[in-house]
């Protein structure tokens, strides 16, 4: 399997861009974020998803592996193919788009070109309880000096890509504020202190 393509960028259009590794330019079809980073004659890195078909092998690139973790996710979702996953990661960060699903708030992954509503409100439901329990971009645990919900927040914060002295910081910070509060309102209170 392709994990990652380093390369000089030979091309970048508006869904795609073209990576020459050692000769072979491969094409991969990226989120508009991950196109805005990359630079037509400079190296360029992108981690990458291969999608069999049938009748096509596609490649997916990413700016980096939470990126390409939140697409893997969103693409178990039924109803949601790649052309969806990279709208949504065209649209919005990784942190936005767990900020909305925690948030419990269809409505703003409904702006994505591609998801209406109701496609909103499957993914919020389908991943949910799967983004709380994956680490995305963190190894580390938050330590064990904070409550049950406040660590779950705290990682939750980590898998944002928030250091994890910072997560906690954040997540206590939030539990003071609102000590009887549940997940959902803890990430919300403690996104906007660590904001």
Do not use: W
């Amino acid at each position: 399997m392709l994990a990652q393509i380093t390369g000089q960028v030979l091309e970048v259009a508006p869904d795609h861009a073209v990576v020459d590794c050692h000769g072979v330019g491969y094409l991969l079809f990226c989120p508009g974020r991950t196109l805005g980073g990359l630079v037509v004659g400079q190296q360029g890195r992108l981690f990458t998803v291969l999608n069999v078909r049938e009748d096509a092998l596609t490649l997916y690139g990413f700016a980096d592996k939470t990126e390409r973790q939140m697409f893997r996710l969103l693409t178990t979702v039924s109803g949601v193919g790649p052309k969806i996953g990279l709208s949504l990661l065209s649209s919005f960060s990784v942190a936005e788009i767990t900020g909305a699903i925690f948030g419990n708030q269809p409505a703003v992954l409904a702006r994505a070109s591609g998801v209406g509503k109701r496609m909103a409100e499957k993914i919020i439901v389908e991943l949910k309880d799967k983004l709380k329990n994956l680490p995305l971009a963190a190894d580390v645990a938050p330590t064990a000096a904070l409550p049950d919900v406040a660590q779950d927040v705290a990682s939750a914060l980590m898998n944002l890509g928030y250091q994890p002295k910072a997560a906690e910081a954040a997540a206590s910070a939030a539990l003071k504020e609102d000590a009887g509060a549940g997940f959902e309102e803890l990430f919300r209170l403690a996104l906007k202190k660590a904001a």
